[in-house]
């Protein structure tokens, strides 16, 4: 290094966390959303496709509903392994539960967590990208869309009024947070017994910025029988092969 030039930073030591532990109740079946087969492979594993040789990814850890964990470990885990996955825990009650034991196998050394559904299986890398550098720079970051429907408040099984949408944006994942601002506001949120609907909720309660990243109307959660079918004919067209009536 010259005399005056700065020295480059050191590279970001990112983790990627994968809550997998929800009950499923909407999809309906006996198997839960992750595990769900879509063209041979569970979904689970078509999100992790989406993360691979992301610069800095050092370790992702899989939360599994605890009833599933023998599925993953006899069944599931040399693909897991496949697509990355060093470690594999059980999850908890409710979803921030589950985030935090993530966090609690995190490797110490780790600077930017990403947190991110099982169930979203098409986020662009540009966007899981953007929210990492984010997150290295403001603290946490969501990928996120601008609402595009026109929203109404709902009175029973009727509209009481519409909403404006100017501003509204639709949260989605990964979203991304510097490890030690996580850990700080999942500690906080048990002591205060705060119960959040997102993860990056849990940190605006403490007054962190949280910056947005443009995801894509694509990057859906599945939760429904009509998202299988969407995500199937995704992946068809991704692989370039026939859809199953054309097949």
Known sequence: MTSGQAASPPPLRVALIVPAAGNSTRLGGEIRKPLVQLLGLPV????????????????????????????????????????????????????????????????????????????????????????????????????????????KRARRDSAAETVPREGLWGAQTPQAFRAELLRGALDAAAVDRFEATDDAQLVERLGAEVKLVRGSYLNFKITAPEHLRMAEALLRLEAGSPSADEA
């Open 44 to 151: 689970i594993c078509h999100t992790l496709r989406r993360f691979q040789d992301i610069p800095g990814l050092e370790q992702i850890v899989v939360v599994a509903h605890p009833a599933d964990l023998a599925e993953y470990r006899e069944r599931v885990w040399s693909e897991l392994r496949r697509f990355g996955t060093t470690d594999l825990v059980a999850g908890g009650e409710r979803r921030q539960d589950s985030v935090a034991r993530g966090v609690a196998a995190l490797r110490p050394e780790t600077d930017v967590v990403l947190v991110h559904d099982a169930v979203r299986p098409f986020v662009p890398r540009e966007a899981v990208l953007e929210s990492i550098h984010a997150a290295a720079e403001h603290g946490a970051a969501v990928v996120a869309m601008p609402v595009s429907d026109t929203i």
